[in-house]
């Protein structure tokens, strides 16, 4: 339990850009979300500082993260990201971060992981990556062989189907509850935790366990 002292944490939310009307986005709110979750699990949390970055991940040019990152030093404290590709797509800045002697890395959805397997997890992520865009052009360019044509105007609306929405909610968020299963929490406790942190359900409405087994599922197939 709290023994009186503090954790302190500098936290970091990054979007790619910004969105109309200000880069408080859905984005932003589903990294604080998260976040919130990570910091529920700790003993006495404290944010000293935030920091909200619109960048590109891949950018080798990162004021803003080097801002959190001279804070951490300077208090002393780990920085705080909801997932790895949040801090940077670039694996050689990730190595060169991961391996900064002076501060620690902590990952939202993998909160037991140390500075070597964050490492180890964004060049697996790298290369997962690569070998989705490959799969994905390949695809195209056999369905170009069998006279598909791209650009169908009704594609926009299968893509707004109710299975692949379904699917990607469940790869967005079985990550967080994949580390939730880890660390031994059964699928209640995992909806209590949900629940309480203002998660809710792609349709909005409160978690079950048969909604949390269910998004395990999803995203199993949808890395199939």
């Known amino acids: 339990m709290a023994n009186g002292t503090t954790q302190d944490f500098v936290v970091l939310l990054r979007?790619?850009?910004?969105?109309?009307?200000?880069?408080?986005?859905?984005?932003?709110?589903?990294?604080?979300?998260?976040?919130?979750?990570?910091?529920?699990?700790?003993?006495?949390?404290?944010?000293?500082?935030?920091?909200?970055?619109?960048?590109?991940?891949?950018?080798?040019?990162?004021?803003?993260?080097?801002?959190?990152?001279?804070?951490?030093?300077?208090?002393?404290?780990?920085?705080?990201?909801?997932?790895?590709?949040?801090?940077?797509?670039?694996?050689?800045?990730?190595?060169?971060?991961?391996?900064?002697?002076?501060?620690?890395?902590?990952?939202?959805?993998?909160?037991?992981?140390?500075?070597?397997?964050?490492?180890?997890?964004?060049?697996?992520?790298?290369?997962?990556?690569?070998?989705?865009?490959?799969?994905?052009?390949?695809?195209?360019?056999?369905?170009?062989?069998?006279?598909?044509k791209f650009g169908n105007p009704k594609l926009a609306e299968l893509n707004k189907t109710r299975k692949h929405e379904a699917r990607i909610y469940a790869y967005e968020h079985s990550e967080l509850i994949k580390n939730l299963r880890n660390d031994g929490k059964t699928y209640r406790q995992i909806c209590e935790l949900l629940n309480s942190s203002g998660i809710k359900t792609r349709t909005g409405k409160y978690f079950h366990p048969v909604q949390v087994h269910r998004i395990l599922k999803r995203a199993t197939e949808v890395m199939q």
Do not use: W
């Open 15 to 148: 979007i790619s850009t910004a969105k109309t009307g200000g880069i408080d986005s859905n984005g932003i709110a589903a990294q604080r979300r998260d976040i919130n979750l990570f910091l529920q699990q700790q003993d006495n949390p404290r944010v000293i500082e935030e920091f909200v970055e619109v960048e590109s991940g891949a950018a080798k040019e990162r004021p803003v993260l080097e801002q959190a990152i001279k804070c951490c030093q300077k208090n002393r404290c780990p920085l705080l990201v909801q997932k790895v590709d949040r801090l940077t797509r670039d694996v050689e800045t990730l190595g060169r971060l991961t391996k900064m002697k002076n501060v620690d890395i902590r990952i939202a959805s993998l909160p037991n992981a140390d500075n070597f397997q964050i490492h180890l997890y964004g060049i697996l992520a790298s290369q997962e990556r690569e070998f989705i865009s490959k799969r994905v052009r390949s695809g195209m360019r056999e369905a170009k062989e069998r006279g598909v």
